[in-house]
């Protein structure tokens, strides 16, 4: 015979949500921003770290592909088949293999564009504020970028979120003069470039890369050859959107202080 069972009964389970706590009063978390002491999130500066990293490489490995080698078959097969320049002669009737070029250079330099942030008619911008950030370690790239105004959105006691327009990393850290400042990049005609200049310039590999919808100016690579170094262009859809939704986002703090309890209120 068949032992039956008693069918388990279906039960809603709770499932514990973390809840950003509220203001007691309107404005109450306003008074406590201050921009003249400001400072970054830590678990976000190793997010846009580590996403820093990956699209280096990702640079990376444009520039080997640029630099592979193919021909017909002939007595070794190099470093294996190449099978799209095999289909695409297959009228020759003859096998292609492919031999990888040393990289010559790392890539140093990262520019990411979100928004170009062209003024309107009225000459108003998205991302108004615009700013140079030194790493506080040796681990942390030096950072400039354009993003919507801090303050405009706070969402803790000296909590502001903020969107990037674009930003320029370069590494070792504590080497960037404020570049928004510096007359050496005054031939920029946006931000886009100016912040690309700027990695050019402080980039001691010899790749930049470019992430953006668009490719870099004409005068951004004639510049960048006067000085040996290239500029290798991804476009930005090659990444998913999500994994840029959470680099673009970024809080400031009102001081070191609000990072202890910064973790109630950003998630």
Request: charged share 30%.
């Amino acid at each position: 015979f068949h032992r039956r069972f008693k069918s388990l009964r279906k039960r809603l389970k709770l499932i514990p949500v973390k809840q950003r706590p509220k203001e007691r009063y309107p404005g109450e978390w306003k008074k406590y921003w201050d921009i003249t002491q400001i400072c970054s999130y830590p678990p976000e500066d190793l997010v846009i770290e580590a996403t820093s990293d990956y699209m280096r490489k990702k640079a990376a490995l444009v520039i080997s592909e640029e630099m592979r080698h193919f021909e017909p078959f002939t007595t070794s097969f190099l470093d294996g088949l190449d099978i799209r320049e095999t289909v695409r002669n297959w009228h020759e009737k003859r096998i292609y293999v492919y031999e990888n070029q040393p990289l010559r250079g790392k890539v140093g330099s990262l520019v990411v564009i979100f928004d170009e942030d062209i003024h309107d008619k009225e000459g108003e911008e998205r991302f108004p504020w615009k700013l140079t950030w030194l790493g506080e370690h040796k681990d942390e790239s030096d950072m400039a970028f354009y993003a919507t105004n801090p303050g405009d959105d706070i969402v803790g006691p000296g909590i502001s979120r903020s969107l990037y327009g674009g930003f320029m990393m370069t590494y070792p850290p504590m080497r960037v003069y404020d570049i928004w400042q510096d007359s050496f990049f005054d031939i920029a005609r946006n931000k886009p470039e100016r912040l690309l200049l700027a990695a050019i310039d402080y980039c001691e590999e010899k790749h930049i890369a470019y992430v953006a919808k668009k490719p870099p100016s004409d005068l951004c690579i004639r510049l960048a050859a006067k000085v040996s170094k290239k500029v290798i262009y991804i476009p930005i859809g090659t990444f998913s959107s999500k994994a840029l939704k959470k680099i673009q986002t970024f809080h400031v703090l009102s001081g070191k202080h609000v990072r202890k309890y910064a973790k109630d209120y950003i998630f």
